[in-house]
């Protein structure tokens, strides 16, 4: 069993930045996937950032150019710098993982920290 602990968000002014972290409480190093999604009122959950196949990271369309996701195993934290943030970023930002044991996967996910950017 991993647990998934968000922090880092908060109200921003548009245009300003946001770091998310995401601290696990077991080791992250070998876990397939590795990422950040969000949902916004009324709106599916989306994928956001993550690292997968190969440890390369995925964007959305959506905060290309304007999010990087990094990861620091010895601290088994993942984290998201946000920059340029818009009124449209305004959601719950979720931390996802997955780890595989056999032939079994299993997702964990935090409970999420809110995001909200507004004037």
């Known amino acids: 069993q991993v647990q998934l602990v968000e922090s880092g968000g908060g109200l921003v002014q548009p245009g300003g930045s946001l770091r998310l972290s995401c601290a696990a409480s077991?080791?992250?190093?070998?876990?397939?996937?590795l990422g950040w999604y969000r949902q916004a009122p009324g709106q599916q959950r989306e994928l956001v950032a993550a690292?997968?196949?190969?440890?390369?990271?995925n964007y959305a369309d959506s905060v290309k150019g304007r999010c990087t996701i990094s990861r620091d195993n010895a601290k088994n934290t993942v984290y998201l710098q946000m920059n340029s943030l818009k009124p449209e970023d305004t959601a719950v930002y979720y931390c996802?993982?997955?780890?595989?044991?056999?032939?079994?996967?299993?997702?964990?996910w935090g409970q999420g920290t809110q995001v909200t950017v507004s004037s």
């Open positions: 996802h993982a997955v780890a595989i044991a056999g032939s079994t996967r299993y997702d964990y």
């Open positions: 077991g080791s992250i190093f070998s876990m397939p996937l």
């Open positions: 690292f997968g196949s190969g440890d390369r990271a």
